[in-house]
Nanobody, 119 residues
Framework: VQLQASGGGVVQAGGSLRLSCAAA????????MGWYRQAPGKQREFVAD???????NYDAAVKGRFTISRDSGKNTIYLQMDRLKPEDTAVYYC??????????????WGQGTQVTVSS
């Protein structure tokens, strides 16, 4: 499975960006799909995820500003980021879990896309 993320860029505080992550290749069922981010000098942290049944989780820092969505037919997830803050600056990574028969067999990371929010 290859994950291709796109949509990062530079935006002023208060602005918006939309990230996309498409999964391609031979795969079984992609269940949990989500986004993580890593700021300079910090550990990678959870941002949001969405399951095949549409259950959604957000980190408290982004809840109310970011919206995750999923097109299961295209194996693609999106992250709509509104009211961006300088502290949202990070490399954003998509992540997916692959299952077979209800058992998690693999997980994959995308290459990361840079989001920079200027004050």
């Amino acid at each position: 499975v290859q994950l291709q993320a796109s949509g990062g860029g530079v935006v002023q505080a208060g602005g918006s960006l939309r990230l996309s992550c498409a999964a391609a290749g031979s795969m079984f069922e992609l269940t949990d799909m989500g986004w993580y981010r890593q700021a300079p000098g910090k550990q990678r942290e959870f941002v949001a995820d969405i399951t095949t049944r549409g259950r959604i989780n957000y980190d408290a820092a982004v809840k109310g500003r970011f919206t995750i969505s999923r097109d299961s037919g295209k194996n693609t997830i999106y992250l709509q980021m509104d009211r961006l803050k300088p502290e949202d600056t990070a490399v954003y990574y998509c992540h997916v879990d692959e299952e077979l028969g209800g058992i998690r067999i693999n997980d994959y990371w995308g290459q990361g896309t840079q989001v920079t929010v200027s004050s």
